[in-house]
């Protein structure tokens, strides 16, 4: 299995950016997704999780309304549209999958997640 995130970058305050990964060696359809960071110093967290089905996603706190996590199953690709971004929006983003059985629910722990990307690093200047 292959994990692979794209579209990082340096952008100014108040921007957008769109990160992008592509997952193979896999059954996407199986598969739910989330995007993580993870700051200097600090704990990787959860960002964005979308279901395999794409009927549920989950949002940290801080993300909502300007972070919109959405996948294309007939590309096994996920993206993160992220708007009115914030220096604290600045870190390293990682693509991450899990295979998921229950439909009721999306998980967004990293402990959940059992394939992982190298990650992107987004930097947000003021």
């Known amino acids: 299995v292959q994990v692979v995130e794209s579209g990082g970058g340096l952008v100014q305050a108040g921007g957008s950016l769109r990160l992008s990964c592509t997952a193979s060696g896999l059954t996407f359809a199986d598969y739910a997704m989330g995007w993580f960071r993870q700051a200097p110093g600090k704990e990787r967290e959860g960002v964005a999780c979308?279901?395999?089905?794409?009927?549920?996603?989950y949002y940290t706190g801080s993300v909502k309304g300007r972070f919109t996590i959405s996948s294309d199953s007939a590309k096994n690709t996920l993206y993160l549209q992220r708007n009115s971004l914030k220096p604290e929006d600045t870190a390293m983003y990682y693509c991450?999958?899990?295979?998921?059985?229950?439909?009721?629910?999306?998980?967004?722990?990293?402990?959940?997640?059992?394939?992982w990307g190298q990650g992107t690093q987004v930097t947000v200047s003021s």
């Open positions: 991450a999958a899990y295979r998921q059985l229950s439909l009721l629910s999306v998980q967004c722990g990293v402990g959940d997640y059992k394939y």
């Open positions: 979308i279901s395999r089905s794409g009927g549920l996603t």
